[in-house]
């Protein structure tokens, strides 16, 4: 595939509404995306960017920035979106890693990232955008052709590159590439059984993979309109449900939606589909929302290395706890620390292999090497176990994971339980350094309003469940559970807040 954004010139040259505001008027057309794109594109040109260099974005979610998005990739350049929560440090990381030949920043970090270049070397163009899709970026754009000769790009030339969250020392820059980008995009479409009639309520950022790659590129791919909110508001998404048909949200979005009264069947009475990634969904969120609008919410899993891998299919069994089994074109393997494939229901480590795997990180062909088998797979990171129907269920990460005394807690195992207890709302069991087990087992809790439940509880019920190695040595109370802007827990934060 050529350049992707041929492939979604081809399947949306048919397409009317591309963005629609929430009151239902319409934004932009596909016709204004693809001369939009173009004159963007001429832009960049006309800045002397060449194919493969780096465009460093940081800005508010808006239609331009799509605009501006969708140029890089007809562009042939490399498109780095960053998180708008990074600060001084992480920025300054960022672009020296990198080493952008143009930044596009919001207005009001212009000089932050001019005082930033000065440090790293001359030579980069800064531009700006707002959150109302106005900057130097695109002053007098009309001026631009309307027409661009966009580059020619193999599947293996790199579209994006998407740091990792950097749990553990300095983010990692993912480089994937336009071959990664259109073999996801057309399994899920073929998955999620996209139709022409479909509508995206989108309320997601568009620094992210969930938002940019997986609820943006369906869209276009099926030239569906899309309902363009600047973020996740519960009413507003209510309201807007009616008038959709597809929705992709986080776990924290439905948790939110259960929340409000205005939920309900009549509510979703024209939606299609429901799905949930980024960070586990609780079974008994699924199990609720289900009971209250007769859907169940499709969950999925996938990366910023990999995008999707995997998901619970829309014709057939939808298991609460499970991410459903590979998606077509998608090769799993559980292993075990020998490299072993795992028995059924055994957990190990999650090995990905498929035309969506990335090809590695940038300038870090060492690390590169060390993620990949021999046989081409590459180690998510992620413990896991299949059943017998080929569903996978995700347990955890291979650094949560516990070792006390000797033996592993897999912590997933424990919060399952510990969320089902009547006054719990949510929790996250991590090790703390211990003088004689190494590590001790230990759950933090957020308690439901209202709640007196107290350790003495939630330690005596798990000691009737669970073997006694993986009962909590102590159970910590807290207002709130760190998490980053996907709803992932922070873990590591959690630790370090705790050793403190």
Same mark, same amino acid.
């Given at each position: 595939?050529?350049?992707?954004?041929?492939?979604?010139?081809?399947?949306?040259?048919?397409?009317?509404?591309?963005?629609?505001?929430?009151?239902?008027?319409?934004?932009?057309?596909?016709?204004?995306?693809?001369?939009?794109?173009?004159?963007?594109?001429?832009?960049?040109?006309?800045?002397?960017?060449?194919?493969?260099?780096? #465009?460093?974005?940081?800005?508010?979610?808006?239609? !331009?920035?799509?605009?501006? @998005?969708?140029?890089?990739?007809?562009?042939?350049?490399?498109?780095?979106?960053?998180?708008?929560?990074?600060?001084?440090?992480?920025?300054?990381?960022?672009?020296?890693?990198?080493?952008?030949?143009?930044?596009?920043?919001?207005?009001?970090?212009?000089?932050?990232?001019?005082?930033?270049?000065?440090?790293?070397?001359?030579?980069?163009?800064?531009?700006?955008?707002?959150?109302?899709?106005?900057?130097? *970026?695109?002053?007098?754009?009309?001026?631009?052709?309307?027409?661009?000769?966009?580059? $020619?790009?193999?599947?293996?030339?790199?579209?994006?590159?998407?740091?990792?969250?950097?749990?553990?020392?300095?983010?990692?820059?993912?480089?994937?590439?336009?071959?990664?980008?259109?073999?996801?995009?057309?399994?899920?479409?073929?998955?999620?059984?996209?139709?022409?009639?479909?509508?995206?309520?989108?309320?997601?950022?568009?620094?992210?993979?969930?938002?940019?790659?997986?609820?943006?590129?369906?869209?276009?791919?099926?030239?569906?309109? $899309?309902? =363009?909110?600047?973020? =996740?508001?519960?009413?507003?998404?209510?309201?807007?449900?009616?008038?959709?048909?597809? @929705?992709?949200?986080?776990?924290?979005?439905?948790?939110?939606?259960?929340?409000?009264?205005?939920?309900?069947?009549?509510?979703?009475?024209?939606?299609?589909?429901?799905?949930?990634?980024?960070?586990?969904?609780?079974?008994?969120?699924?199990? !609720?929302?289900?009971?209250?609008?007769?859907?169940?919410?499709?969950?999925?899993?996938?990366?910023?290395?990999?995008?999707?891998?995997?998901?619970?299919?829309?014709?057939?069994?939808?298991?609460?706890?499970? #991410?459903?089994?590979?998606?077509?074109?998608?090769?799993?393997?559980?292993?075990?620390?020998?490299?072993? !494939?795992?028995?059924?229901?055994? *957990?190990?480590?999650?090995?990905?292999?498929?035309?969506?795997?990335?090809?590695? @990180?940038?300038?870090?062909?060492?690390?590169?090497?060390?993620?990949?088998?021999?046989?081409?797979?590459?180690?998510?990171?992620?413990?896991?176990?299949?059943?017998?129907?080929? @569903?996978?269920?995700?347990?955890?990460?291979?650094?949560?994971?516990?070792?006390?005394?000797?033996?592993?807690?897999?912590?997933?195992? *424990?919060?399952?339980?510990?969320?089902?207890?009547?006054?719990?709302? !949510?929790?996250?069991?991590?090790?703390?350094?211990?003088?004689? =087990?190494?590590?001790?087992?230990?759950? #933090?809790?957020?308690?439901?309003?209202?709640?007196?439940?107290?350790?003495?509880?939630?330690?005596?019920?798990?000691?009737?469940?669970?073997?006694?190695?993986?009962?909590?040595?102590?159970?910590?109370?807290?207002?709130?559970?760190?998490?980053?802007?996907?709803?992932?827990?922070?873990?590591?934060?959690?630790?370090?807040?705790?050793?403190?």
């Amino acid at each position: 595939m050529p350049n992707i954004y041929n492939l979604f010139r081809e399947n949306s040259k048919d397409g009317l509404d591309f963005i629609r505001a929430p009151d239902g008027s319409t934004l932009a057309t596909y016709e204004d995306l693809e001369v939009r794109s173009a004159r963007y594109a001429n832009r960049l040109s006309r800045f002397g960017l060449k194919k493969g260099d780096r #465009v460093l974005v940081q800005v508010e979610k808006s239609l !331009e920035s799509l605009f501006l @998005y969708f140029a890089c990739l007809r562009s042939g350049l490399i498109y780095l979106p960053l998180n708008t929560a990074y600060r001084l440090n992480e920025l300054d990381y960022f672009v020296g890693n990198s080493s952008p030949k143009l930044i596009v920043c919001s207005p009001s970090n212009e000089g932050l990232f001019a005082s930033i270049c000065k440090r790293t070397g001359p030579g980069v163009k800064i531009q700006t955008l707002d959150s109302d899709g106005k900057g130097s *970026i695109n002053a007098n754009l009309g001026n631009e052709a309307a027409v661009f000769n966009d580059q $020619v790009c193999n599947d293996s030339d790199i579209a994006v590159i998407l740091y990792t969250s950097g749990t553990t020392g300095q983010p990692k820059g993912a480089m994937i590439s336009h071959g990664n980008l259109a073999a996801n995009a057309l399994a899920l479409h073929k998955a999620w059984g996209w139709t022409r009639g479909d509508v995206m309520l989108h309320a997601l950022p568009i620094f992210h993979i969930h938002g940019l790659f997986v609820a943006t590129h369906l869209a276009v791919l099926n030239a569906s309109p $899309v309902i =363009f909110l600047p973020k =996740f508001d519960a009413e507003e998404i209510i309201r807007l449900l009616p008038v959709a048909t597809v @929705y992709m949200g986080v776990p924290t979005h439905y948790t939110r939606l259960l929340a409000s009264p205005g939920l309900s069947r009549n509510a979703c009475r024209n939606m299609r589909l429901f799905t949930c990634g980024s960070a586990p969904l609780l079974p008994q969120t699924f199990i !609720e929302f289900k009971r209250r609008t007769g859907y169940a919410i499709v969950e999925r899993y996938g990366m910023t290395e990999t995008g999707m891998n995997t998901s619970n299919p829309i014709n057939g069994p939808i298991k609460p706890g499970s #991410v459903g089994p590979p998606l077509a074109g998608v090769s799993c393997k559980i292993i075990d620390q020998e490299g072993n !494939e795992t028995p059924i229901n055994e *957990i190990g480590g999650l090995l990905v292999k498929g035309q969506n795997v990335f090809s590695g @990180y940038w300038q870090l062909p060492e690390k590169t090497a060390k993620e990949f088998t021999s046989d081409g797979y590459f180690s998510t990171g992620d413990l896991a176990s299949r059943d017998a129907d080929g @569903y996978i269920s995700i347990v955890g990460r291979e650094k949560d994971m516990i070792i006390t005394g000797g033996l592993n807690v897999y912590p997933r195992e *424990i919060e399952a339980i510990i969320d089902k207890m009547p006054g719990v709302d !949510e929790s996250a069991v991590i090790g703390l350094a211990h003088s004689d =087990f190494g590590e001790a087992v230990t759950a #933090v809790i957020v308690k439901s309003a209202g709640s007196n439940t107290d350790e003495q509880t939630i330690i005596q019920h798990l000691k009737n469940t669970l073997a006694n190695f993986k009962v909590p040595k102590q159970v910590i109370f807290v207002e709130r559970l760190p998490r980053n802007t996907m709803g992932k827990v922070q873990k590591n934060v959690l630790r370090g807040e705790l050793k403190q």
